[in-house]
């Protein structure tokens, strides 16, 4: 892949902002390539897997998510955020790829690539929120802003000493943060001190609820993470895009859930037996 054969695809990138194909008239008046250039460069981008073409009654290519994959991964590169990243993913969400990578100085990285709307829309509600009142709602832009919607968050919760990944990058649908080396919750074998690790959770969704101003809204035990730091289990809250500000009309509902589901699992796994209502209280003051 040159310099040449991105700006095909960034041009198809900006076009898919008002079209649902973009025409190849387009495309070429944006790169000012020959046709004969242009058609050789397509073929190559087609065979790549990194384009498709209108089977309709125009001309026009719209990105692959490979080909979009490869834009947020080539920006990353330059930028001296990746070097490379792992063949196959260590995690598979319905919402997201997340791979390992491996930054310029050393550091392995988790690297999440969102895919909103691949599949079928779990929750459209949930879309809606994220596109407010775009008229072009694509699997594009909705996992772009499904990306940066997290991290957003994440910056925010980090700067107020909240245990989730590191932000370190994002780029269109990419966040790279730091790996964190943990089982999720569901999946550790029974913890060694389940009521630490419930206590360690509640206090981080307080001070993200209080100092960062973030409710994080689609917590449960498959969005937590338990780490071991010097033979403590620590619980690290990952998985941010659904987050809301405190202020929103909503946050003090998806606040309740978030503490019923992490209640409910360690009274169902553990037999804890807590106060959700004094919890709650204790969350939202101070
Ligand atoms: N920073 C990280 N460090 C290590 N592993 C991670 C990290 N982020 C995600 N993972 C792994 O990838 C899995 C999915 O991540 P995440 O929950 O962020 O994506 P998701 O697509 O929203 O998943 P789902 O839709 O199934 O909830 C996690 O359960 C975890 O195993
Ligand atoms: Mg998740």
Redesign the pocket.
Known sequence: MNEEDFKVLVAIEHGMARHEYVPLEYIAKVTNFTDDKLDMILRKLHRLGLIQRNKGPYIGYVLTTFGYDSLALRALVKRGVLERISAD??????????YEGVTPSGEVV?V?FH?IGRVSFRNPRRVRTYVGDRRHISWLYMSRLSAQREYEALVLVHQHGVKA?RPIAHNRHVVV??????V?LFEVPPLEDPEDVMYQVIENVKLAYTRAGVVHG?LSE??V?VTVENGREVP?I??W?QWVPSIHPSAESLLRRDIENIVRFFRRKYNLRVDVEEIIKQVTQG
């Not at 993913?89 to 997340?98: F, L, M, S």
């Open positions: 993913p260590i995690g598979v969400g319905k919402e997201a790829d997340i988790a999440k895919r990944p943060t730091e790996k964190i080396e943990g999720p689609d498959f969005n993470l690290v990952i998985d895009p």
